[in-house]
Structure formats: C-alpha cells, structure tokens
C-alpha cells in the first residue's frame, strides 16, 4: 500500500512539474513572461519540450532508493518530455533550511518530500501546487 501511495505521489508530481511553463528569458525579472514566439506555418501537435527534474528529499538509500530508482526508471519509459530526473539528498537535520534557501532563490526543486509538521506554513506562504485541477483530468482517479 506504501508503496502505491509513493508511486501514485511521485507520478502526480512528475505529471505537474512536467506541464509546468518553461521558465522566463535570462535576465527577466521574475513573474515576467518572454515575448510569445512569431506563429509557424505549422503548429506542432504535440509537445517537444525535454525538461530535466529535481527531486529533493532526505532519505535515498537501500529500499527506498531502489524503489524510487524503479520508479523513475518506468516512468521516464511512458513520459518522452522528462529527460532525467535529477536526485539531490539532504540530511534531514539542515533539509528544510537548504528547501527554504532554494525557494528564497527562485531555485526550487520540481519535487520536494515535504514534513508533514511543516505543510502548513508551505501551503500558507502558496509554495505547493495545488494538484485538484490535474486530478480532475485523469479518469477514475
């Protein structure tokens, strides 16, 4: 059950940083969006982006580490827009200092494993995204 739990989790939050707008121009202020693109004659049919994802968390070892390393292996077969998903590990005593000092940055990971002592004041200062409308799309979820 733990483990469905976990790969249903991740899968969402793949899916969501996966559709997420690439990020603004180099040098634009934040919240500022690039210029739209000049139209093609042919639009594209689907999406070609490739993005790498970061997944920070405190624990990668032994079975979790195998279970997340199968995970994302599978799914990186199904989802051809994730180039890589990126691993960064913290130990748990500083992790939320260094989660805190990349969402000061502007530099958050895609995914974060997040105590649940402290979803709260993440969900109050609006850094988590709100995943209802994307599960709302998918059928008999």
């Known amino acids: 059950m733990g483990r469905t739990r976990l790969a249903i989790a991740l899968t969402l939050t793949l899916l969501v940083a996966a559709c997420t707008p690439a990020a603004t121009q180099p040098g634009a202020s934040p919240g500022a969006s690039a210029a739209p693109a000049a139209p ?12 790498d994802i970061t997944f920070t968390n405190w624990f990668y070892q032994g079975d979790m580490k195998g279970t997340y390393d199968a ?33 000061a940055g502007g530099n958050p990971p895609d995914i974060a494993w997040i105590h649940a002592s402290l979803q709260s004041a993440y969900i109050d200062a ?11 799309e998918i059928p008999g979820f």
């Open 40 to 51: 093609t004659a042919a639009a594209p049919t689907a999406d070609s982006r490739r993005v």
């Open 71 to 103: 995970f994302i292996a599978e799914h990186l077969k199904t989802e051809q827009r994730i180039s890589k998903v990126v691993v960064e590990t913290q130990p748990f005593p500083r992790y939320h200092d260094v989660l805190n000092v990349k969402l």
């Open 126 to 136: 609006g850094r988590l995204v709100d995943l209802k409308p994307y599960l709302a």
